[in-house]
């Protein structure tokens, strides 16, 4: 059964961090791109950071660079997004996706592109 997990997820105060993870299962994450969405109550989803397949290129939301930082271990077929300096507006369900691509450069498309989904974590930032 082909999968992705999120963990890491919690309460935070603002200006903590925090790591999520995102497991793959039943395929390898070698051949494909990963973006990290979330959705705030009310809100649409949105892309926060992807990743292309070997790791080599990344990119960030606007309202996030600079404090996010995503990253990859194919060999525990693993991907991760640490955040720092949290602000309440980071509050939301955190979503992991896989696209099968192998494209060198990172491009942070739409979701609709995306293969696969794990189930979200949820992330509050609040004092």
């Known amino acids: 059964q082909l999968q992705l997990v999120e963990s890491g997820g919690g309460l935070v105060q603002p200006g903590g961090s925090l790591r999520l993870s995102c497991a793959a299962s039943?395929?390898?994450?070698?051949?494909?791109?990963i973006g990290w969405f979330r959705q705030a109550p009310g809100k649409e989803r949105e892309g926060v950071s992807c990743?292309?397949?070997?790791?080599?290129?990344?990119n960030y939301a606007d309202s996030v660079k600079g404090r996010f930082t995503i990253s990859r271990d194919n060999a525990k077929n693993m991907v991760y997004l640490q955040m720092n300096s949290l602000k309440p507006e980071d509050t939301a369900v955190y979503y992991c996706?896989?696209?099968?691509?192998?494209?060198?450069?990172?491009?942070?498309?739409?979701?609709?592109?995306?293969?696969?989904w794990g189930q979200g974590t949820q992330v509050t930032i609040s004092s």
């Open positions: 996706a896989a696209r099968r691509t192998t494209a060198a450069q990172a491009m942070c498309v739409s979701g609709r592109l995306y293969n696969y």
């Open positions: 990743i292309s397949s070997r790791g080599g290129s990344s």
């Open positions: 039943g395929f390898t994450l070698d051949y494909y791109a």
